[in-house]
């Protein structure tokens, strides 16, 4: 299974660049495809010149953490871009460029005619992914890449601000910055669970690694983790949902507490601020793929440790309402427990 992005002029409307209607509008555009290489370099300048002020926008980060999160679960991952600004290079992410990128004037002489890669030689199999961005109607011809992506067996999105009448497949049209999201992405991405028997009940596990650690996101039946009757009553009058097999308690912790059955030890060493960000997106995703494959309805957790609750409220309030999920965050005898429930 791999996951593709292919994108556009599009992704960079938000920092400043033009869209391809005013590209190949453009008569430096136009003539440094007639210019020989010395002047062709010189247009290149220019243009650098004009634009390299611009900053990567929402998009871009996005794009970057699709890529880490395929790192982090062992996903194969490719960008291929028809842009040949460096923007997704400066939100930390990598890409290749099908026409050359402004940061070597070389390869866009080199690339002004036979681009540095042929999409429509890429092997798709079934599960691929290829996703579209900025991608307009005449920027390419998408829709025989469509055809052999779908003739494979492999899914295509396409994301874009108006409608692309030569596709099969939906567009959704909107701005990106809106529309486009790496929860979302991801969240397309087939899940698979290990099921493992600890003896009283089975739990579901979801393996991966952050900063050479192993870890492991666990479900397991709510109605088998809430022993206290009380307890139980108290998360269904809150949730107004039955802790039935449609109910699940969530747990991480390090692959190694469980192997060596001890209790949660947190990791010896912080998290920086972009391994959390990527960490709940992990979190989020696994937990709308179990929706998804499982059937879950409603998820249930608590914080280990008083200093995980901070981080636990931001994980809630950033992908909650994109997951379509109510919460409820720091209830509880201790102010520690949370609940989410399909909407």
Request: net charge negative; charged share 20%; proline share 3%.
């Amino acid at each position: 299974m791999k996951l593709v992005i292919f994108s556009g002029a599009g992704i960079s409307i938000h920092s400043g660049l033009p869209s391809y209607q005013n590209i190949k509008n453009d008569k430096s555009y136009q003539q440094f495809f007639l210019a020989e290489k010395e002047e062709a370099i010189s247009i290149a300048e220019q243009f650098y010149q004009k634009y390299s002020a611009c900053k990567p926008n929402k998009v871009h980060h996005q794009c970057c953490e699709i890529e880490d999160y395929c790192e982090i679960l062992g996903i194969e991952f490719h960008h291929y871009t028809l842009n040949v600004d460096d923007l997704i290079e400066q939100a930390d992410s990598s890409a290749t460029h099908i026409y050359g990128c402004i940061d070597d004037f070389n390869t866009l002489i080199e690339h002004r005619y036979l681009p540095n890669v042929d999409m429509s030689n890429i092997v798709w199999e079934q599960n691929d992914i290829l996703v579209v961005i900025g991608v307009s109607n005449d920027g390419y011809p998408l829709a025989h890449l469509e055809s052999q992506v779908l003739a494979s067996g492999a899914d295509f999105y396409n994301y874009n601000l108006v409608n692309n009448n030569y596709l099969s497949s939906k567009t959704v049209v909107g701005d990106l910055i809106h529309t486009f999201s790496s929860l979302s992405i991801v969240s397309l991405l087939q899940c698979e669970f290990e099921v493992m028997d600890i003896g009283v009940y089975e739990v579901e596990i979801k393996s991966f690694a952050i900063n050479g650690r192993r870890y492991e996101i666990y479900f397991s039946p709510s109605y088998d983790a809430y022993s206290c009757p009380d307890e139980t009553q108290a998360i269904e009058d809150l949730t107004d949902h039955k802790l039935t097999k449609s109910a699940y308690e969530v747990k991480f912790d390090l692959a190694e507490n469980r192997e060596k059955e001890q209790q949660f030890e947190p990791p010896t060493s912080n998290f920086d601020l972009k391994a959390l960000s990527r960490l709940g997106l992990v979190l989020a995703s696994t937990i709308e793929a179990h929706s998804k494959f499982k059937g879950g309805e409603l998820y249930t957790a608590s914080a280990a440790h008083n200093n995980l609750v901070k981080y636990y409220n931001r994980l809630a309030k950033r992908y909650s309402v994109e997951l379509k999920y109510q919460k409820w965050c720091e209830f509880g005898p201790y102010g520690v427990n949370y609940a989410f429930k399909k909407c």
